[in-house]
Every structure is written in C-alpha cells, then in structure tokens.
C-alpha cells in the first residue's frame, strides 16, 4: 500500500510547480515521472504504487499541465521544462536519479539527458514523443493574437476528452467517470488556454538525430503496438539513433500505456534496474 508523500509546490523557473513526493527509506534510487502533453501526474496513478514498493519516487506537474501555474512568466520550451526538473530535483537533493517519461514527457528526459548526461544513470521512455518539428510560423505569428487562446479552448472541446482517450487508449473499456474527470480537471480553468498559447510559440523542435546519438545514458523503450499517436516505427526510429537502448512492443496496447499496462510497465523496468542496481 502507497504510504503518505508530501505533496506541495516549489517556485522554480517564473511558476509555482506541483509535486508528489513518496520516499522509500529502504531504496537509495529515486525514480522520476514525467507526464505527457494534456496530461499531469493523474497519467500515473497505477503505476506509482507499483513503483514506490522498490524505490523512491517524485512526480511532477509539467508546467502549464495539472496543478501546476499557468504562469504568464514561464517559458514554455523543452529545454526550461528540463532545467525545471533539474532545479526541482537539485532543490529536494536527490540523488541516484532514473527518469521516466511518457509521450511528451519523454521527450523532456531526451532534453535533460542531452543538457546534463550525468544526471540520470538510466531513462526508460514511454511512448515517447520524437522528431516533431516546430510550430509553423503563421502558427506562431497566429499564437500573439488576443483571441487564439480561444481558439485553442475550442479546439480541445471539439474533440473532447472521451474522443482522446478513445484514440489514446486500445481498451475502450477501460474508460470511466473518474477518467474523464481526471484529464478533464486542469482544464476548467481558463488559464491554461492562454498557457497553452505561449506553448505555441515557445516549444522548440523535438531533439534531432544528431543531438539523440550524442546521448550515452542506457534507455528503455517501451512502446503501444497500436499507438497512433506516436507510432511504434518512432519508437524503432528512437531505439537505432540512441546509443544504448532496448525496445520493448506491448501487444493490444495503445498510446496510454500507463493507463492500459502499468503492472507489465512496472515489471519492464524493475528487471531493466537489476542489473544496474547490482553493480
């Protein structure tokens, strides 16, 4: 059973993020979760309690995403949502770091690997989000007009929650009320619409080929089958352009592979640990 973190909010980098800590006294390694684009900590919920009966584990709100601000000040680009973590997990003095990220959130451990390759002995990426290129201009021009925050709100309630779960997830039956609820919760608050407008123009391009071979960190893959939204030929993309990585393909299995696999998931990356924590 999950005992009690702290859960709580650090200033860092112009806006307040949000966080769950739950210590293990019995583990020296901290494992920490990265949620992916439209999504928060909530992604996670299955796989935590898995995860902290061997290790420690911190999980954080990427800004402008879940609790965290929505903060006007914020830069929204990769590179300042990996110094975040940084910051964040330098300001709790951790040590013994493995990071795990989902969809965009993988990319993020990309971008904290590539900034600083000693701070994280291993990654294991989740569907991780790879090669996409940077908004286009008029995008971005677009992005700086009173009224695109708008846009954007009309853009997600016209696909709606249900339908992005219904792409996301290969097991339509897993979707209830509290799921809904869950992804639907930070976006009742019409600043993140404007936060998410920032984004627009602040996010720069996924890591190129170039920059991916330079990372040494050994990485775990694991990848949906039937993922549409990053499809698994990203993933065997990300597998040969990484230096030191492994793919694992779950069969039946879509994009929300924490939500659809978090016990297989849990199983992946304890064995995927052994070997490192036994040398």
């Not at 219904?166 to 039956?173: A, E, G, I, K």
Request: a positive charge.
């Amino acid at each position: 059973m999950l005992q009690p973190g702290s859960f709580g909010f650090q200033a860092i980098n112009e806006a307040n993020v949000y966080y769950e800590f739950y210590p293990n006294t019995s583990s020296k390694k901290t494992i920490v979760l990265l949620h992916g684009f439209l999504s928060s900590t909530f992604t996670f919920r299955h796989l935590i309690p898995l995860l902290h009966q061997d290790y420690q584990v911190l999980t954080i709100d990427l800004p402008p995403f879940g609790k965290s601000e929505k903060s006007r000040r914020f830069v929204y680009s990769y590179k300042n949502m990996a110094q975040t973590v940084i910051k964040l997990v330098e300001f709790f003095k951790l040590k013994n770091i493995t990071l795990i990220g989902h969809s965009m959130g993988g990319q993020i451990v990309l971008n904290i690997l590539h900034l600083l390759p000693q701070f994280s002995n291993e990654a294991i990426l989740l569907c991780s989000s790879a090669y996409l290129k940077r908004a286009a201009r008029t995008l971005i021009f677009t992005s700086y007009l009173p009224f695109f925050p708008f846009f954007v709100k009309y853009w997600l309630e016209r696909t709606g929650v249900k339908k992005n779960l219904q792409d996301s997830l290969f097991n339509h039956d897993l979707i209830n009320e509290e799921m809904i609820q869950g992804y639907l919760e930070p976006f009742l608050s019409k600043e993140i619409f404007t936060a998410l407008a920032r984004m627009v123009r602040h996010r720069e391009g996924d890591l190129p080929a170039e920059k991916l071979q330079q990372i040494q960190t050994p990485c775990l893959l694991i990848w949906g089958e039937q993922d549409r939204s990053v499809p698994l030929e990203i993933g065997k993309r990300l597998k040969n352009d990484l230096t030191n990585a492994e793919l694992v393909v779950l069969k039946d299995t879509g994009h929300a592979i924490p939500e659809e696999r978090p016990t297989e998931i849990y199983q992946y990356i304890h064995t995927f640990l052994q070997p490192v924590k036994a040398k």
